[in-house]
């Protein structure tokens, strides 16, 4: 077993999450000073993506990510590729991973980076988890299932949602323009959600344990909360005073969704994610069942303190006007 895997490729690298994976393996040279590694980064020829200049970034590929002998010239001689590609884009994986593991990659980190995909009654529900589950399927194929003869193993990490994306974004049901969140249901369903940066540094680890996570899901989560917690941390830190509550079903969110769809919105996907993560009996907070990697990969686990600075530090930035 590779003392560490020193060949990292990155596909995604400026996306949401990706640029937080980015700056987090541009750090290692800090945080892992005696493993050095080199990064390589693959963007699709359309792209309009800029990259920053670093001394650790050896390489970018741009290309046809659809194209093999692409993506043989890129993978070839990396040790491990981490894919933080568009949600849009997942079922493209399937042809990287084929390559990955035909060229001997030893690692591919596939694009998770959510819901528990293991919960079948979860993803059975919501439409844009069947393409991880198809994907997660699949890599579980090309790494050789049960039967181990391929070189490569895979990883998918889970996280629950993104805070500070999901909130600023206006998801969850709060809406930052208008200080108003929808609360589906009582409120109280707990979820698993995480920060970005937590995610990134669980990410980049598995760079650093080589003999650990593969060929399976690790689940980290930074704080297991409910939409009232969510709501009671904003009114303690927003100045601006308290948020206007708006009681939702999920019944209701669910149907909106629908309705959004079929007249070509496609955050109506979005209000079908919530509609079942905040519906009772089902896609339980899977802290309850599966056991976290917080503490071996150095991530903590935040409490209501905690919770409250971060929630805080969203205001903030939406004060600033980072986001939309
Ligand atoms: N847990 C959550 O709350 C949550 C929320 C959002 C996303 N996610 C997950 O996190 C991962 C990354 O998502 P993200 O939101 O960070 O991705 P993103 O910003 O939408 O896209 C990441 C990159 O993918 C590349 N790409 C390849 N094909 C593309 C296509 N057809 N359309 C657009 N971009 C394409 C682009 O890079 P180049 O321009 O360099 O080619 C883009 O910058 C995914 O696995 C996603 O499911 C989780």
Redesign the pocket.
Known sequence: MAEYFKNVLL????????QHILSTLLKTTTTHPSQPLTIT????S????KFPAHPSIARIHKGD?KDREFLVTAFSGQDMII????????L?QKLMLSVAAEVGVKRFVV?????DTRDEELTDSVAVFKQ?REVLEYAVGVCGGDSKTVGMEYTGVI????LE??LLDGEMGFEFGGREVEIYDSGRKKIEV?RMEDVARATVEICFQPGRYGDQLVYISSFTVSQRDILDALNKVDKKGPWKVVERTTEWLKERGKKRVEEGDMMGLVDEIWAVAFSDGIGEAFSRKRKLVNEEMGIGRGGDEEFIEVIKGIVEEWEAGRRK
Request: hydrophobic fraction near 40%.
């Open positions: 596909i995604g690298a400026t996306g949401d999450l990706g980064l693959l963007t699709r359309t792209s309009t993506a990510i894919s933080a590609i568009s949600p849009y884009a997942l493209d694009g998770e980076f959510g819901m991880n996280c629950g949602a993104f994306m999901t995480s």
